[in-house]
């Protein structure tokens, strides 16, 4: 038993059970902070010590959300502080919300936040409530108590002040070799999973390492979102963030979510371990999470994450980092559930050709350009070896060849897959060992702090192996100043006014304006003039959290397609005809009579998380139900401009509106300020500019490969790189309402000929982009090498550029071939350069490069 946490009760100021303060799991002391009283009259508990009560706030409903202590009805909703305790099975629910207080099962160490869940009578639902001490006793180990929480600051105290890891003067190294070397064996296991506990005898606080913020700051468990400070500004997701081929702005966004981060930090409300981005290549079209990715090419995901990574990183002048980024899901993950086999069971089959040339790049730019901390190891194997226990990819390739010196953690459960799922091991010590010696140095769940001791014992890992990985974690606890005196960084003043600033929102609105792509516009329909009258129509017309996508938090505000376009157009009739499921046709005839009765219709069609998300695929490209029928009978009623706005992540076969519809939009989930952006497109506000990230492919492409199928020539082939049947919509298509003309600069200057060992070094093109229409607009400009090699892909970004113009203006733009512009991977996955012709093409211009 360890008794260190009476050393800590000594000292009132850490006794802080002040308002707000989070319930956590604590080795029973018996202490004021475990003794509990229940008024069975009032249905509270409360601390016996103050009187104060155990409290839901109304703003954290939700799973996961906190749990805390705060004075008894402190506002007029006393039903946050209501609770049922069962004595049968144990479980305390809440009146309000009908949710347990839950011990996660990520985070069972001392100084683990206690949340809500759903009911479901697990261990870790059930508290036995001893009236000798006072005590709530936990179901999954009675040693531990539930506590009104107790605040640990760092390095505070005369027991630690004037050691080594305390002294903020000596580097960062030098201060982790020393704590860890001050770490008993089992409080060191206990910093192995996300949900690490406290050390209180070092004045090593609870850190859960799991946050997200995939596209803004979104959740965690162990913290909430809301309450107090503003909601996180709540950016489009990522899928638009490809189609901007803004990487400036990408940056920027970083940047925001960092500050934001920062913020909540500061509030305790959210952690600075962030497992985002998600840079799997979209190599699929029924993936379910492909909305989360900037799209299918590794050019384009590699500027992404880049751009992404400094944004959120980047030190202050004290050099403390600002948040951390997890490249993730590291690799070839991207299959959620399809025919029968789970992202938990799937074996990825790659050979070392795709996984040179697709699988890895964004990997590799994430670490070495882009500088990421952290990269999180996948469910799926890869060539029969778990991705987290696969030390050719983590240790070989990440570590060695690329130099990575950040930890790797696990996606949550991945470890417990290693054994359960691929039963590449049979026994806890074999596991532990696959995991941490193949690379995972952090267990997303507690697999790893339940089995290292016994991994131990039969010595599959040693002490010194969890010191290796304990210190590149404590490297960047210690980096991201959770060691150094709050005030040392200079985000110490971020606070709630920080968050969802007037700017941020501009931010987010101008990533949604840009990542918009015009597929179609016949006879400049667009744009519309607002004084037509309008019905809009269609399963997304009224969407408000849809345009979030997924891994979002509690939006500021939802600005949906209808309020958008009621705010610019005066005579705006609504009739939705359908759900997004659209299996009743039911409302088509009031949308019918709508759209007879207005000169222009909009509809909004496309998917929402129901048919497109994490752990579901689609089996089908098709927009869902009698969607095209809905199309059909609106096209039917009506002559007038028919404007269809296609609002999902994945890509869907809309052939039918391309060749039916007047203007086609696609907007992706466009996150907060969505609807504004699509009506500011419609009406004019805004030039489009946006690009397809990836290919729209027909429908019956699904089948003709295997969604298991992970080679990229495999016919008829995968993304524009490989794909040789005709695309509905091709990766990089966009319109514009204005037009551009593009003219070589400096074109004789331009080398013809090199000797493929020693001469070839970067080629600069330089191209003058003309704005030869009468509208202002942004084009981003796209370079591709293509090859005479029939065994390279059909042509390859590698540059890319986005400029804004006025009628007239002209910009002269800089594309850097370097070497890896005319490398191409061969079979047994080398990059190589061989003889033949390279032609550069960029928006129409061409130029030919023959290497001998
Ligand atoms: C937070 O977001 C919710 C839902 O979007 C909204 O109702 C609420 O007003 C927001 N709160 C703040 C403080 O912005
Ligand atoms: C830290 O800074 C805050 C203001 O940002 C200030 O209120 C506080 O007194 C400072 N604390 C110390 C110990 O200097
Ligand atoms: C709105 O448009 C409809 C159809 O074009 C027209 O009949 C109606 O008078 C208009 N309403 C207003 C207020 O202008
Ligand atoms: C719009 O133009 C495309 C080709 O540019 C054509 O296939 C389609 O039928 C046209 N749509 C309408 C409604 O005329
Ligand atoms: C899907 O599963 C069925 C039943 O197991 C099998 O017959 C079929 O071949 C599978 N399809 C693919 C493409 O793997
Ligand atoms: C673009 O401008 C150049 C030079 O003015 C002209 O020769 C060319 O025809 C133009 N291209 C297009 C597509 O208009
Ligand atoms: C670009 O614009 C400048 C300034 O108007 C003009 O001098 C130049 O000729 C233009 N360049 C091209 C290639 O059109």
């Known amino acids: 038993m360890i008794n260190y946490v009476y050393l800590i009760l000594c000292i009132p100021l850490v006794l802080g059970y002040d308002d707000g303060t989070n319930v956590q799991l604590w080795t029973c002391d018996g202490g004021p902070r475990q003794q509990w009283m229940m008024d069975s009259q009032s249905q509270e508990i409360k601390l016996k010590s103050d009187g104060n009560c155990l409290d839901i706030t109304n703003w954290s409903k939700g799973n996961g959300a906190n749990i805390y202590i705060w004075e008894c009805h402190p506002d007029d909703q006393p039903q946050n502080q209501q609770w049922s305790y069962n004595s049968t099975t144990y479980t305390i629910a809440s009146k309000l919300s009908g949710k347990c207080v839950d011990g996660s099962e990520y985070g069972t160490s001392d100084g683990t936040n206690i949340q809500q869940w759903d009911c479901s009578g697990a261990d870790n639902q059930k508290w036995k409530y001893n009236s000798s001490d006072s005590t709530f006793r936990y179901g999954m180990d009675s040693t531990k108590c539930l506590d009104a929480g107790s605040t640990i600051t760092p390095c ?45 005898r070092l004045t090593v606080p609870a850190y859960q390492w799991w946050s997200e913020a995939l596209h803004g700051v979104a959740g965690s468990p162990g913290v909430h979102f809301g309450g107090q400070i503003p909601n996180a ?56 999470r492909g909305q989360e990715t900037p799209g299918e090419d590794p050019y384009l995901i590699s500027q992404y994450v880049i751009n992404f990574a400094h944004g959120m990183q980047e030190n202050d002048a004290n050099k403390f980092m600002k948040t951390v980024v997890t490249c993730k899901h590291f690799a070839a993950y991207d299959l959620e559930n399809w025919n029968g086999t789970d992202r938990f069971h799937f074996n990825a089959i790659v050979s070392d050709q795709d996984l040179v040339e697709t699988y890895l790049p964004a990997f590799e730019a994430c670490v070495r350009e882009g500088k990421a901390a952290s990269i999180m190891c996948s469910y799926n194997a890869v060539n029969g070896v778990p991705s987290c226990a696969n030390s050719f990819l983590q240790n070989t390739i990440v570590r060695e060849q690329w130099g990575f010196e950040g930890y790797i953690v696990s996606d949550c459960g991945a470890i417990n897959c290693i054994t359960a799922t691929h039963h590449y091991t049979s026994n806890p010590a074999d596991t532990v060992a696959a995991g941490l010696l193949g690379g995972c140095d952090l267990d997303c769940g507690s697999y790893y702090p339940k089995n290292a001791q016994e991994a131990i014992n ?71 003039d607002p004084k037509l009258s309008v019905a809009v129509m269609g399963p997304n017309s009224d969407a408000t959290t849809t345009m979030q996508g997924n891994y979002h938090g509690t939006a500021p505000f939802l600005i949906s397609p209808i309020d958008g376009i009621k705010s610019m157009a005066s005579n705006v009739t609504t009739a939705k005809g359908c759900d997004v499921k659209c299996t009743d046709d039911s409302g088509f005839k009031e949308a019918v009579t709508a759209a007879q009765n207005a000169q222009a219709v909009i509809v909004v069609v496309g998917l929402d998380q129901s048919q497109e998300s994490e752990g579901h695929d689609r089996s089908d490209i098709s927009l869902p139900g009698k969607q095209e029928d809905f199309l059909m009978a609106i096209r039917s009623a009506t002559k007038n401009p028919m404007v269809v706005v296609v609002m999902t992540g994945g890509p869907v076969d809309i052939s039918w509106a391309k060749a039916n519809a007047d203007a086609v939009l696609w907007c992706g989930y466009p996150g907060q300020s969505g609807g504004k952006a699509i009506a500011q497109v419609i009406y004019g506000e805004f030039n489009p500019s946006g690009r397809l990230p990836y290919t729209i492919y027909p429908k019956d492409y699904v089948n003709q490969i295997s969604f298991f199928d992970m080679g990229m020539r495999s016919k008829p082939g995968r993304t524009y790189k490989f794909y040789t049947g005709d695309a509905v919509y091709p990766f990089g298509y966009g319109l514009s309402y204005t037009t551009f003309n593009f ?28 704005n030869t229409g009468s509208k202002s607009g942004g084009i981003a400009v796209l370079a591709y090498m293509t090859y005479s090699d029939a065994n390279a892909p059909m042509k390859q970004l590698f540059g890319f550029q986005r400029v804004e113009l006025n009628p007239k203006e002209n910009a002269t733009l800089f594309f850097d071939a370097g070497v890896e512009a005319f490398q191409t991977v061969d079979e047994g996955g080398s990059k190589v350069l061989k003889p033949g012709s390279y032609t550069v093409r960029i928006e129409g211009l061409s130029h030919t490069i023959t290497l001998v």
């Open 458 to 528: 039969k010595k599959t890992i040693t002490e010194a192996d969890i010191d290796v990985t304990l210190t590149r974690l404590f490297t960047y606890r210690m980096r991201l100043g959770m060691f150094d005196p709050v005030n040392d960084s200079s985000y110490h003043s971020l606070s709630p006014a920080d968050v969802n600033t007037a700017d941020s929102q501009d931010l987010a609105l101008n990533l949604a304006q840009e990542s918009i792509v015009l597929l179609q516009n016949n006879k400049s329909v667009l744009p519309l």
């Open 156 to 200: 505070q105290g005369a027991a630690v002040e004037n050691l080594p890891f305390c002294n903020t003067k000596l580097d960062v190294a030098v201060r982790v070799k020393d704590l860890i070397s001050r770490m008993q064996l089992s409080e060191k296991i206990s910093q192995l999973g996300t949900g690490a506990g406290a050390i209180a």
């Open 233 to 288: 500004t709540s950016f489009p997701q990522v899928i638009n963030l490809g189609a901007t081929f803004d990487m400036p702005l990408v940056y920027k966004m970083g940047k925001v979510i960092s500050t934001e981060a920062r913020a909540m930090y500061n509030q305790g409300q959210a952690g600075l371990t962030f497992f985002a981005p998600n840079i799997n290549l979209f190599r699929d079209p029924r993936w379910g």
């Open 743 to 770: 003219t070589w600069t400096e074109y004789e200057k331009l080398p013809l000929k090199f000797q493929v060992l020693d001469e070839l070094s970067t080629v600069q093109y330089q191209v003058t982009v003309t």
